[in-house]
Each structure stands twice: as structure tokens, then as C-alpha cells.
């Protein structure tokens, strides 16, 4: 079903968090904002969460560390113990320090690819992806406010306008969206 | 927002939009290439290329193309890796460890730095995988199943180490590069207008749209790659240093290598940066972002690990008589006064006595001075791991088998071709990548841009209009919604 939706073009970021601060003090819903760079201090406003993807990077981090230590009591311990300069593997215990090394970079390499692939697939930023940013400005200089008329039932299209032209907006564009 | 103390240097100088932070970053990139680039990109690639040709006629030869002997089987190859990683370590310094610090003048550097740092650490893997000299094994370092038994890699070999860290480095210092690449080619994508670099930049940008929850979680990445690249920095030259540390050899075997390495490194690798920056900003009219303050941030980094580096060569030189070991003696006496003094005073000089220079803040200012050290200190280091690595074992326990290092033409065509190859890297790296990472500069500009530092910058009209944080004057006319 086609959707109505408002983008609000401003021309700077302090601006733009002014205008989003009033219109959700009259209740209006923000469903976004597209932006060059991060806006500090916009996400509670529109109702961003923070998110979790930090977790998500410990939890991989311990999978590393977890993986790297199997691994190597498997390799060394029991698959094929072998006596190096008379110090032979006897058990994990015994030799955990010169695995220390290998554990680590382990943890940091899990920990860094698949916190940056869980990034890139939950934002759906994957080469070859479309860009779906309203206006090709967004990326230099201009910030745009999405406003959709379904999540705003209770404004009439017009008195959204006039809310939105108190606010320093530039300029105000229309789209049906799918 | 951030306020930032007045007496504080601005980082953007004079007055800059958003716009033209973009305007100055994506101009070079659009714009025809200058004759230099042309000149500097041929010439780095006929080096680049004739140090291939090297490589190929080891491979096809044999190791014993080098001038290694029966004593020194290590010389070049090692020092050239060492060199190179260490090279390689300033990147991911000052996007991870200064993130972390909340240092924002690394904004201006990080990009060029981090791109550095990849192409440093590429040249450095060459080594170890052309020393095996039947580099379609190299799989071999990897613990995978296999037909021999299955025979495992030796997880107790520094050397084994090193082949996690370096790879693990390399590959989370590119993940970290390009996630921060990717919103700064998204701009690109939506300026270009020619349809074959807009289809590159579009698909080099993922479809980036700049959405508040992509910031979010753009931040949070960023913040925790910094996090666990942090301590990455340090593990990857103590476990380089580990390689020599671990072993019995007299001049090697010292506790004091892991820390000492590491300051090395970051010696070294801000000393590249400077190299490099110093040209760029001329070359790309960036003088506006990388300025004086930012030379002298780095120097004064050059400056302290400078000092940690000469404390260290004091300290090994001081231990190497206090232990009582007459071999490790040996191996320090022969350094200063046998055969090798040159490289070893050549280090001292280069790495003891010119980083005290900056102490005086009118030789940590001047960019002239600044880029004269920053070679004499990267020819330094290089000395540094060949005194290490060469004079150590040139000598060993059998006075019968002493020997001498000479190297072969190839050794010195396989290490100026990684210089070669280097500069091609970066060159194309400058000529088609934004510089500067245009989405933090943005962040900054209000906090720390001259102008709006001074209050010279005219007040956003909505603001003047509405009495909100209105000082200075309103000189722009208002526009009419």
C-alpha cells in the first residue's frame, strides 16, 4: 500500500534537533532522520534506541576465545602432543601460557569481523545495495526529517506542514512510498 | 554539544561550511590528476614493479639469491618486515587508541594514517611469505587438516604467533578503515556525475543513506573496534618483538623487547604519517585540516616514544654488563665497536639524539624541520632492526663460523620495490579515496572550527530569529518557508 510520507529538509544539524524537540513535544512521530554525519543528542529525541550491537561483539569475542582454546588443546594436547625443546604437552594447564598469545588475537578477530558483518547486514549496507537516502544532499550538507502521515493519524496533512514550516525547515517534499 | 576550552587551538582553521568540508575533500578526487600525480604514480611503479621482478627471480631461484650465509640466515627480509610492521602501527594508533582518548585532532589524520598502516603491513607480510621461498605453501602456517597426519602448526612458536597477529591485524585495521569509509563514499556517490564512478562509489558505498539509527550503530562499531584494536596495537609488535625475545641468542633474548618494540613502532609509523601528510596537505590544499597543531601533536608523540626508545637501548646496553653474562656483554660490545658501529651509531644518532630536538617548540612547529627528522627517524628505525637483528648473530658462539652480511642486489631490489609498491598504494589511495574522513570532521567543526571559535561565524538565522544560543551577529539574510 502506497504511503504518504513528509521529508523536511534543513540545513543544519542543531536546526533540525531544535524542530524534531518541538514537534515531539506536540506529539508528532519522527520516523527518521537522514543525516552526513551523526547528529549528537538526536536519538532519544526521535526514539532511537541505543543499540545492542556491543553485546553482540562480546558474545562473538567469547566464541573466539572459546573456539581458540578448543582448538588448541585439540591440536596440541590430544591430537598429536608434541616434546619441543623437552617441554612436551602434557596438558592444557601446562603449557596455557604460550597459548595466551594466540587466544587473544583469536577473541579480537572474532570479536571485530562479526561485529562489523552483524554492522553491514543489519543495516542493510551490503555492496551493491541502493542508496535510500530522499535526497543526494544528505550526504554533504543537508539534513532531512521523515515524517509519515500513517504514524501521525491524528494531524490533518496541513497542520503538519504548518508545524513543520515553525521549525527553520528549507524545504518540504512530498513522496508515495511502497 | 561539545564546548571546547577557548585558549585551545582550533583545529579546522578560518571559517568552513559543511559544504565546503566536502567541497575541499571531494575536489581533488573529481578533478583531473595533476602532472605530479602522473609523474610520482610512474615513477613509484617502474620501483614497484622492478622489486616484482625481484621477488619473481627469488621465488624462481631460491633463497640463496640473498646474501645470507650459514650464520646469518636472517638479515634484510626480517629487518625489512619488522621495519614495515612497525610503519604500519601509527594507523591504527591514532583511530583506535586516540578514539579512545577522545583526541580530536586524529579526525584530520586517521583516514590517510589508517590507509598507511594497511599498505605498510602488506609490504611487511611479503617477507615472511617470500622467505619460505616456496611461497604456494605458505598455506602451510594455517592449522588446517591435512595429509601428514594430521601434523599441527606449533602453537607454542612465536613465530606461529606472529602469523595470528599480523593477519589478524591487518584484517580488523581493514574493517575498521572501510566501515569508516563507507558514509565518506556515499557523498561521493551522490556528487559524482559521470556514471562510471558513480556506479564504483555506488557499490564501494553499500547503499549507505545515512539513516539516525545507522548513526547509532555506526558509533557504537566505531567505539568498539577502538576498543578491541587498542590492545591489538600493542599485542602485534610484542609479538613481532617475541620472534627475537623468545630465542637464546645474545642480543635477543631480553625481557625489556615487547614495550621497547612497541614505542619503537609508533616512532616510526607517526614518523611516516608525517612524511606523507606533510606532502598532502600541500599537494591536496588541505592546509586548512592539517595544520601546524596537528604536526606538533605528532611530534610530541614522536618525541615520547623517541625517549622510551633511546631509554631502552640505554637500559639493554646497561643490563648486557650488569648480568655478568660475558656473551651478552659481547654482543653489546661488538655492536657499539666492531664492525657493524656504523649501523649502531647511525641508530643512536637517529633515533636518541634527533627526536630531543623537540623539545624546543619552534623546532616541533617548523614543517620544514619536522619533515626532515621524520626520514632521518624512519632510517633510524630501519637501523635499529638491522643492528638488532645482524650484529646479534653475525658473531655467534664459534669464533670460526664470524661472518659478514653483504647484501645482494636483490636484497636491495625486493626492499626498495616495497617502497616502490608502497607509493603506488597510496598514491592511488590519495587520488580516488577521500583523505579526510569527511562524517567526524563534520562532527568537530562546530566545536572546534576557528570560527565558530571566535564567534566570527554568522549565527544560523533560525537561531537569531528565535533568541537560542544567539551570539555574535546575524549577517545572512533569512530564508522564507
Known sequence: MAEKVIYAMYDDDDVLKDGAKKLVAKGVKVADVFSPFPIHGIDPIIGVKQTRLGIMAFLYGLTGTTLATLGMNYFMIHDWPMNIGGKPSMTYLDNVLAFIPITFEFTVLCAAHGMAITYLLLNRTLPGMPATNPDPRTTDDKFVMELRLSDNGQFSEGELMAMLNETGVIEVDQKDIH | MHKEAAIREPLILGHKTYHEITEDVCKPIEDKAPRMWYILFGIALVIGLYGVGCIFYLLGTGIGVWGLNKTIGWAWDITNFVWWVGIGHAGTLISAVL???????????????EAMTIFAVFMAGLFPLIHMGRLW?????????????????????PLLWDVFAISTYLSVSLVFWYIGLIPDFATIRDRVKKPIPKKMYSILSFGWSGRAKHWNRFELVSLVLAGVATPLVFSVHSIVSFDFATSVIPGWHTTIFPPYFVAGAVFSGFAMVQTLLLVMRKAMKLEAYIHTRHVEYMNIVIMVTGSIVGTAYITELFISWYSGVEYEAYAFFNRATGPYWWAYWSMMTCNVVSPQLMWFKKLRRSLLFTFVISIVVNIGMWFERYVIIVTSIHRDYLPSSWSMHYPSHIDLGVYIGTIGLFFVFFLLFARFFPVLALNELKTILKSSGESYKNDTAPVHPYFAKNGHGSHGHDDHDTHNH
Open chain 2, 137 to 157: 605453501v605458505g598455506y602451510w602456517t594455517l592449522p588446517l587438516p591435512n595429509h601428514f597426519g594430521s601434523l599441527w602448526v606449533n602453537f607454542n612458536s
Open chain 2, 99 to 113: 578514539l579512545l582518548f577522545r583526541q580530536k585532532w586524529r579526525m584530520a589524520i586517521n583516514r590517510s594514517a
